[in-house]
């Protein structure tokens, strides 16, 4: 029942020893998205026990090199694994040619399918609607094509007060009905509504990527509510010039939105290479948003259930 | 006036989070030698204290990605950091399409030359002659094209016995002359033979890299005498099938080959993911010649300077 951000690249650009370019996790119960795919991507996921069979979808948000190199590699050993199960990948449309250039080149033994999804939307638009989770993309404010997403948990199936089994000596057949949300008519004309007799045993999870990026209006608006948003911040106040000039963001402009989108938690990510202390950047940014936190390389944030009263 | 291998990615095929795939640093007096270029290899350098800036050449023996998935980003952080200087790489023909489409897709930027040599010798030829030192490249037995480098260092301008400088009161003419390797005709007649007057102050290091290959008769000769020889050792005698299958080595057949060359020392790398602990491999390649390590990721074995007898 997980719902969590593992950060296994938070640094942008390049590398430096103690912080890989972006890479990043998002367990949402039974699932495992990788959402880019960084140099040294594999040593992360491996350090991190995350086996690369687990990983279905890879949502890539944009094609500058930092957030993309390291998937010659993963693709490589999945097919060494013997890996045979289709693999989803979400990215730009340029995206085409990079696959391209490796199925062409390297891709000799690859024996699963790969399903590639351009990206291009100008809204917010799920791409992926599965049992238990919904993912969505939308545009960023980048130099380039640049998505985020969210994900975003389903609502669970409604749970029935137990006092009221007891008290109305409701049947099987109506406490499925009413789990599946339908009101129930008895024959006596009785009309039992879910909302009286059933409550969501949990408040639906939802955790938002937003990186590379400037800020922009309409950004909190696709955000709203969200759990935890992990954004660019690329700089501190310092370099605020640079965050305009390049599109990306400081610490305290991400806090802005999280504050704008009424987030619950915000995680900053994908610091330049100058930074080797963030304290300044945290500070700034907490002043706006105070649930702030510095991601770093193999760091799990989770989501903890919120369990609803009955 | 360093002679150094660092081995900075010891796995084959797929890293572990111990082992990057392959990637090595030879030093040859002032001149740094990248070979081979495995995903990660920008975080080895860094962690090796290795400033991008110092390699002017890069060898990459063949095609396969565990050799190359991280000159992208190399590539991209050496444009970032604004290099200018030119960068020569070495590597076999089809590389040319490997770099065309770096260049299409992510060398926006890329201030600096690029000059690619291509590889396809069938015996041992020299590819780079340096002041100091001179790169030989040779064929290996691999799958696909593959090649071997020889660094060889080149002999030292010699020093003239100090005692003769006094016993015969040479000229600084004269001096110059025999240390330039030129006897010297005095008007008297009498002849200063360079053989007699002058020695070489220390014995030329040199080193052999050979990975990824299986055994084959004409290698020892290629680098007969090598003080160093790195050396294809995928598996154990166990595996010793899957080495012949895939073109690949032991480490009891790198052990033979460096006996046949009588090299001076051999190094083992390019380890199976399968093998977490190599005392067996080891022991193999030992029982065959004594003077055999195995390498691990970040450690650097240096070739002392043998000073000869004046």
């Known amino acids: 029942m997980e719902f969590s951000l593992t950060t296994l690249g938070t640094s942008s650009a390049s590398p430096n020893p103690l912080r890989h370019t972006s890479c990043h996790v998002v367990t949402a119960r039974e699932h495992h998205f990788l959402i880019d795919c960084g140099e040294g991507c594999q040593m992360q996921l491996q350090r991190a ?180 948003l992990y954004h660019d911040a690329t700089y501190a106040d310092d370099k605020a010039e640079m965050a305009v000039k390049y599109y990306h963001s400081t610490g305290r402009m991400a806090a802005e939105t999280a504050l704008a989108a009424r987030a619950g938690r915000l995680v900053l990510g994908h610091f330049s290479a100058r930074y080797r202390n963030l304290d300044q950047l945290l500070e700034e940014a907490r002043s706006v948003f105070p649930d702030t936190a510095v991601a770093n390389d193999g760091q799990k944030y989770e989501i903890p259930l919120v369990k609803l009263s009955r």
């Open 49 to 228: 026990s995350i086996p690369f069979s687990w990983i279905d979808n890879i949502f890539i948000s944009h094609l500058h090199g930092d957030h993309l190199f390291g998937i010659f590699g993963l693709l490589s050993t999945m097919s060494m694994q013997g890996r045979t199960a289709p693999l989803y990948i979400y990215a730009p449309e340029g995206f085409a040619a990079i696959l391209d250039f490796f199925m062409k080149q390297f891709a000799d033994g690859v024996l699963f399918e790969i399903v590639f999804t351009p990206l291009g939307m100008k809204g917010k638009e799920v791409i992926l609607d599965l049992r238990t989770v919904e993912v969505s993309a939308f545009p960023l404010n980048h130099r380039v094509p640049t998505f985020g997403f969210l994900f975003r948990e389903k609502e669970p199936q409604r749970n029935v007060h137990k006092w009221r089994v007891e008290a109305d000596d409701l049947t099987l057949a109506e406490i499925g009905a009413l789990k599946n949300g339908q009101d129930v008519m008895r024959e006596n004309g009785d009309v039992l509504e879910v909302g009286k007799y059933t409550y969501i045993p949990w408040q639906p999870r939802s955790l938002a990527y937003c990186c590379d990026t400037a800020p922009f209006d309409g950004l909190a608006g696709w955000i709203e509510g969200v759990d935890l």
